[in-house]
């Protein structure tokens, strides 16, 4: 029988950097375990040190080819990498899964790197709730470049990708619809733009039409990102003392181990040049305040739901839906009703 | 200067199906204001008789046409229709807008007829609450059918798209990559699905992967749908002594008026014979209640963060921010803090 590991020893080996550590905590916030919470509040004085890296965009452009190859690239700097997948799909098809394995026989026996997937399980504010823990938990273990890569261009995919330091999206030539990306409003959290598989036909045009939507932007709607109103709290405006970051269009062609990529490395050099423009100003200041205003949302947001799942008997909620359903209480009225136990 | 018209002159209008009085109180809604839940709770014994269709699917597969197409095709059979499109586009990009226009040209002129976009203002979860109550005004002003079109395959369009009676994915040929639509979990949400712009090269191996899907499908895991869990109440299996809905595959070459389409007539009888099988087995009494307890998970999320911005000043919020940025308190422990205040 396997020994059950004491939170306290999770957290040693965490901090120490031990791989088998890291993946059992992960694990354990995964199961929603009892221990995760004691594990995650006794590392988290030690995080904020990791760069995180967001890389979102439509399937078809190549992203986990091009994170393979950025985190190549970051480890022939010396530096350490976690990249993080995290897959909407469906369990049904286990497309995580797959992409694992993939990614194994890339990147494994490289001590430098660590790779995990997340999937959903049928519920969406579980899986952005998740992935919060999970980059926490990466972040005390103390890697230098930590990847998240979301699969999907939704609202939701956009706002894990958007708890980055640093915002990738990336795009393709002859996708069929140039404004896939920004129909999902992903212009916004940008702050590096890269049109992937860059030898196809149709790059010009990608790379133009891209350039035209930063040009229409700048004179017009300023980001959301730094202007926004995140719980409320209204976040004050990018003071621009320091110089505003121009955001670049970059063309790469993402290629798996042996192959010729192209333009990988200079992407890597943008991603540590929008870091070092976050540090040098108030840019990282204000991100990591509204990173952390984000987060604070999804977890007040899980934690009223389980409250709910556990002040509310099953029977009740059953009998909420009943009444509605037979046009005697209004959605408005039983919700009323409902928020009203719950708050005392 | 306008008059402000009182609730209960708006709801007499809705229920007597005035399309001005429709349009006012759809604008309450949007706005928040305060008279619009007194319309909501006083139309909502008359709704319940529409049949909701979802349309959902990626950008590019022409889901705006088939919805107009498909419009068309009802009011042909003297059915009423009422198409309310959830864009998730930036305010930026002005999206929902320029649809409207479109569509208002292809339209326009019959009474029978009613059109409203409704865009995201930064908020997902608003724009889903606010969805589900125009979509209750819209049922109380007597439509018989109403299509719900979301653009994006995210998983909160996917939400939204959910929430109907009978909901469509649409598909197109060539679009570069065969899996999207199972990507984003909607395989678990279709009751039909549509091969739209049948005309271009490689339906045909859109339409055998689609199928193959389906075979999957059958094999193993179950629709999410009827068997999951909402809100933490188990919905009963469905019971199978009526027979199966089985998902068919349907092609057409929507148009706008005028042209020639193929293929939208037999969709249109698909989708009146699946509200068939719904109201002559038990499937409808299961949806409704699947969809009540989507609707009230909704609500009591809105209604709650409106509670927590009534009961914490953004200075307080400010400075668990702050705490948790200088980590001096953990994420979690900053949430517990917040639900502790809210629920006394």
């Given at each position: 029988?396997?020994?059950?590991?004491?939170?306290?020893?999770?957290?040693?080996?965490?901090?120490?950097?031990?791989?088998?550590?890291?993946?059992?905590?992960?694990?354990?916030?995964?199961?929603?375990?009892?221990?995760?919470?004691?594990?995650?509040?006794?590392?988290?004085?030690?995080?904020?040190?990791?760069?995180?890296?967001?890389?979102?965009?439509?399937?078809?452009?190549?992203?986990?080819?091009?994170?393979?190859?950025?985190?190549?690239?970051?480890?022939?700097?010396?530096?350490?990498?976690?990249?993080?997948?995290?897959?909407?799909?469906?369990?049904?098809?286990?497309?995580?899964?797959?992409?694992?394995?993939?990614?194994?026989?890339?990147?494994?026996?490289?001590?430098?790197?660590?790779?995990?997937?997340?999937?959903?399980?049928?519920?969406?504010?579980?899986?952005?709730?998740?992935?919060?823990?999970?980059?926490?938990?990466?972040?005390?273990?103390?890697?230098?470049?930590?990847?998240?890569?979301?699969?999907?261009?939704?609202?939701?995919?956009?706002?894990?990708?958007?708890?980055?330091?640093?915002?990738?999206?990336?795009?393709?030539?002859?996708?069929?619809?140039?404004?896939?990306?920004?129909?999902?409003?992903?212009?916004?959290?940008?702050?590096?733009?890269?049109?992937?598989?860059?030898?196809?036909?149709?790059?010009?045009?990608?790379?133009?039409?891209?350039?035209?939507?930063?040009?229409?932007?700048?004179?017009?709607?300023?980001?959301m990102r730094h202007h926004g109103q995140v719980?409320?709290?209204?976040?004050?405006?990018t003071t621009t003392a320091a110089q505003e970051?121009?955001?670049?269009?970059?063309?790469?062609?993402?290629?798996?181990?042996?192959?010729?990529?192209?333009?990988?490395?200079?992407?890597?050099?943008?991603?540590?040049?929008?870091?070092?423009?976050?540090?040098?100003?108030?840019?990282?200041?204000?991100?990591?305040?509204?990173?952390?205003?984000?987060?604070?949302?999804?977890?007040?947001?899980?934690?009223?739901?389980?409250?709910?799942?556990?002040?509310?008997?099953a029977e009740q909620i059953a009998a909420f839906?009943?009444?509605?359903?037979?046009?005697?209480?209004?959605?408005?009225?039983?919700?009323?009703?409902?928020?009203?136990?719950?708050?005392?």
């Amino acid at each position: 029988m396997r020994r059950s590991i004491a939170p306290a020893e999770l957290i040693d080996g965490l901090l120490a950097g031990n791989r088998l550590a890291l993946a059992r905590a992960i694990s354990r916030v995964e199961n929603e375990d009892d221990g995760a919470r004691v594990i995650l509040d006794g590392v988290f004085a030690q995080t904020g040190r990791g760069h995180l890296i967001g890389v979102t965009g439509a399937p078809g452009t190549g992203k986990s080819t091009l994170v393979n190859a950025l985190a190549r690239a970051f480890r022939g700097q010396g530096e350490t990498v976690a990249i993080l997948a995290v897959d909407p799909t469906s369990p049904f098809t286990g497309g995580a899964l797959l992409g694992d394995r993939v990614r194994m026989t890339q990147l494994s026996g490289d001590p430098g790197v660590f790779i995990r997937s997340m999937a959903t399980r049928g519920h969406l504010g579980g899986l952005a709730a998740a992935s919060v823990d999970v980059l926490q938990l990466l972040d005390s273990a103390g890697f230098d470049r930590i990847l998240i890569e979301t699969v999907g261009v939704g609202q939701a995919e956009v706002e894990i990708a958007a708890t980055a330091h640093t915002t990738l999206v990336v795009e393709a030539p002859g996708l069929g619809d140039e404004v896939q990306a920004i129909k999902a409003g992903v212009l916004e959290i940008a702050d590096i733009f890269v049109v992937n598989k860059a030898d196809r036909p149709g790059v010009e045009r990608t790379v133009t039409a891209l350039e035209m939507m930063l040009e229409q932007r700048r004179g017009g709607v300023r980001s959301m990102r730094h202007h926004g109103q995140v719980m409320s709290v209204a976040l004050p405006p990018t003071t621009t003392a320091a110089q505003e970051w121009t955001i670049p269009v970059l063309k790469t062609v993402a290629v798996e181990a042996g192959g010729m990529a192209k333009g990988v490395d200079a992407l890597r050099q943008a991603i540590e040049g929008h870091r070092s423009w976050l540090v040098e100003g108030d840019g990282m200041a204000l991100r990591e305040e509204s990173r952390i205003a984000r987060t604070l949302e999804t977890l007040i947001q899980t934690a009223l739901s389980r409250r709910m799942q556990a002040t509310l008997p099953a029977e009740q909620i059953a009998a909420f839906i009943g009444a509605v359903r037979r046009r005697e209480l209004s959605p408005h009225a039983a919700a009323d009703a409902v928020v009203r136990q719950l708050t005392g």
